[in-house]
């Protein structure tokens, strides 16, 4: 690697201890960026639970967090500490948008079903193969969350 990015290994190890400090600091940023980061920049707009839930979804496709998520889903299959991370991002993600569906009043069941509902659509459409017109693209991303969220 050090060979491909033109550096030399002793610089390499100036920053990281070894491979896996290297795959932990990558894994680390990347459970920062696209999983804390983009809860914390939602929930500072200071919205009532409605408009986080689409602010969220507004933020994920704007960041393109999806396309990132991909490589770690992908690399988590084969890859144990992949695998622990992507579980807790996966967590901490459910658990936020439980806490807005919850905001709106759903509870048990209901809740958990609608917030993976939510996780599901938003961690693969934007990987489909079939995207949907640009065009159509808010009024798809409202109507699914009118879906979600009548009683």
């Known amino acids: 690697m050090a060979k491909q990015l033109k550096i030399t290994r002793g610089s390499f190890y100036h920053h990281f201890k070894g491979r896996e400090d290297f795959l932990r600091a990558m894994l680390d940023y990347w459970m920062q960026e696209w999983t804390l980061g983009v809860r914390d920049q ?13 602010a969220l979804v ?3 496709r704007h960041r393109r967090a999806a396309h990132y998520d991909a490589a770690v889903r992908a690399w988590a299959m ?8 992507l579980r807790q991002a996966d967590t ?3 658990a936020y948008i439980k806490e ?3 905001g709106l009043g759903f ?3 209901d809740l958990e ?3 993976r509902l939510f996780l599901y659509y938003e961690a693969f459409d ?6 949907a017109d640009p065009a159509d693209e808010d009024d798809l991303i409202r109507n699914r969350l009118a879906v979600l969220t009548r009683h």
Request: net charge positive; proline share 7%; charged share 15%.
């Open 92 to 94: 901490a993600r459910l």
């Open 58 to 60: 507004k933020t994920i």
């Open 107 to 109: 509870e048990g069941t």
């Open 126 to 131: 934007p990987m489909m193969g079939l995207p």
């Open 100 to 102: 807005l569906f919850a």
């Open 78 to 85: 084969g890859h144990d500490l992949a695998a622990v991370y």
């Open 42 to 54: 939602v929930r500072a707009l200071g919205l009532d639970p409605a408009n986080m839930l689409l």
């Open 113 to 115: 079903t609608r917030a």
